[in-house]
Structures are given as C-alpha cells and as structure tokens.
C-alpha cells in the first residue's frame, strides 16, 4: 500500500504545476496564434496600409467634390459648370443646337 501512496502524492504535487502549465500554454497559445495574435499583426498590417490608401483616394473625391459644389454656388455660379451639369445629367439641349452621336 505504500507504493500507491506514494503515487497518489506525486500525482497530488505535479497536479497543480500541470494544471497551471496547460492555462499558460493555452494563453501562449492565443498571444501567437490567436484572432489578435503575433501572426495575425502581419494582416492587420496589410488591412492598414489598404484603409490608408482608400482614404487618400476618398479625400481627393471629396475635394473633387467640395471643389464643385464651390463652382455651384448659387452666389457666385460658374455658368460653364452649370451649363455643363445640366447637359450631362440632365439631358437637355438649347433648340438652336445640333446632337451629333458618337456611337
């Protein structure tokens, strides 16, 4: 009986140091494999540098944009931009015009 003993204390002992090997493996684990881990610092990278070059392609449509509304302002209109806008989106033409399709 003193043989089981003897194991069934080792096992008591090595339970608590394995016990607490598995949550630091398992925290290892995630901090390299995991969702925000080492290895997906490479993707967030990558996402980064894409978003940053979509919003510099945004800020010069929105300047394109701000730059037009500038030209409509009913203040001080360009006639050529307003002449142009309602050709285009519009569809109209003057009655002395001639439409010559390009097809």
Not at 5 to 26: D, F, H, W, Y
Not at 79 to 95: C, F, H, I, N, S
Request: proline share 6%.
């Amino acid at each position: 009986m003193g043989g089981a003993s003897k194991s069934l204390g080792l096992i008591r002992r090595s339970a608590v140091p394995a016990l607490a090997l598995i949550v630091v493996g398992t925290f290892a684990g995630h901090a390299v494999a995991g969702p925000n881990g080492l290895l997906a610092w490479g993707g967030y990278h990558r996402a980064l540098e894409a978003r940053k070059t979509e919003l510099a392609q945004l800020d010069r449509q929105r300047e394109q944009l701000r730059h037009h509304s500038a030209l409509l302002d009913p203040r001080k209109a360009d006639p050529d931009m307003a002449d142009e806008l309602v050709r285009k989106d519009l569809g109209l033409v003057r009655p002395d015009e001639v439409i010559v399709p390009l097809d």
